[in-house]
Every structure is written in structure tokens, then in C-alpha cells.
């Protein structure tokens, strides 16, 4: 499949990253969000998210939403974005005000749009599946309308500190409904959902 001329993607990199704390703070004891971190690798995940983005969107489409407290991680990390596809938030209002503010200016630019979201925390280990998943989700949506698609990982392990899809039904790769979202559950909670899904 091939990207959707009108497809925008929306990387949001301006939480502060605290649940990494522990892994993400210098020697010097300064923090750094885990979307500026590299986990051992040539680029941070900011980078690699924008990197992602290019499996759907044109690099003039691909847009992100940072924290100006974060300005000199995220200056570098953007240089290739055009400079009006950077919304800047005064402070951390969370990820439903960032996504607010990059549709409403995405809406003024090119209504009628679909539009990906892409968190810049997540570390892929198979980049090329994400990237098929994801044109597949933009050309249901570019096919369907108004619908919202939301991808998902296998775990591979019980995780209490993620949050769980509960799909309405278990079709394979196709997509289906969502019955409920399980946020951060118990460990013995998120290894039933696991069970339940395979």
C-alpha cells in the first residue's frame, strides 16, 4: 500500500517522560524524557517516531508537538520538519491539549484530512510491520470516513504498568471493534488479558 496524499501524521513528544525516571536521569542527576533518549541506539526515539511518520505521510505532511521547556533536545531532533509543522506547547498540558492543538492547526491548513497520531516514547523492535500496519490503518480511515483506528502490540509478557486493548472480538489481523480499555491493570489482571486474547 502506498501513502494517502492526504494523510497527516502527528508525532507527540512533549510529555516529560516520568515513569522512565529511573533510566533516563544523568549521572548528573539531570532527567531527560524518554522520547530524547537513544536506549543505545544512533537516534532517540523522537527521531525514530519522525522516521516512522515517513510510512505515511509526505515529509511536508509530517508534523510535531513538543514542550518549549524541552527545546534543546527536540531542536536538533526537528530540524528536517518545516518550522510551521512544530507546535510548541508553553508547558506540558498533557497528550489530549497536544493533540488538540496539532488537528486544530492541521484542520486550518487541510481540512478534511486523515490524520496519524505517533507517540515518540515507543521504542519498535520491527519497524517495518509498524509501517504496514500503519498505511493499512490510514487507507481504512482515507476509505472510511470519519472512523478512528487504533493499533496495537502483542504483549510479550504481563506489563502492570501499560495499558491493555480489549477488542470486541478476535479476528486475526483484521480490524474490529474495541470493548474496553484495561489501564495499567494489577499483574495478575494484565496476564488474564493476555490469556484471554490468545
Not at 548528573?28 to 523522537?46: D, H, M, N, Y
Not at 493499512?136 to 483506528?149: D, K, M, P, Q, R
Not at 509478557?157 to 489481523?173: A, C, M, S, T, W
Not at 484495561?182 to 488474564?192: D, I, L, Q, T
Request: glycine share 6%; hydrophobic share 40%; aromatic share 4%.
Amino acid at each position: 500500500m502506498r501513502r494517502v496524499t492526504n494523510t497527516w501524521a502527528v508525532v507527540l513528544a512533549g510529555g516529560d517522560g516520568s515513569r522512565l525516571r529511573e533510566i533516563t536521569t544523568t549521572a548528573a542527576g539531570e532527567v531527560i524524557p524518554k522520547q530524547f533518549c537513544s536506549l543505545q541506539r544512533q537516534t532517540c526515539l523522537l527521531e525514530d517516531a519522525i522516521e516512522r511518520a515517513h510510512a505515511v505521510a509526505l515529509p511536508q505532511h509530517i508534523c510535531s508537538v513538543v514542550a518549549e521547556q524541552h527545546r534543546r533536545w527536540w531542536t536538533s531532533a526537528l530540524e528536517a520538519l518545516p518550522a510551521q509543522n512544530i507546535s510548541v506547547q508553553p508547558n506540558n498540558r498533557g497528550t489530549a491539549h497536544g493533540i488538540l492543538l496539532a488537528l486544530l492547526r492541521i484542520e486550518r491548513r487541510a481540512a478534511n484530512s486523515v490524520v496519524v497520531l505517533l507517540p515518540a516514547d515507543h521504542y519498535l523492535s520491527d519497524e517495518a510491520t509498524m509501517a504496514r500496519s500503519l498505511r493499512t490503518a490510514a487507507n481504512l480511515a482515507a476509505a472510511n470516513g470519519t472512523l478512528v483506528y487504533l493499533l496495537g502490540a502483542e504483549p510479550e509478557h504481563p506489563d502492570h504498568e501499560l495499558g491493555y486493548i480489549v477488542p470486541n472480538e478476535q479476528r486475526g489481523d483484521a480490524a474490529t471493534g474495541v470493548l474496553r480499555f484495561a489501564e495499567k491493570p494489577n499483574p495478575e489482571k494484565a496476564r488474564e488479558l493476555i490469556q484471554r486474547a490468545s
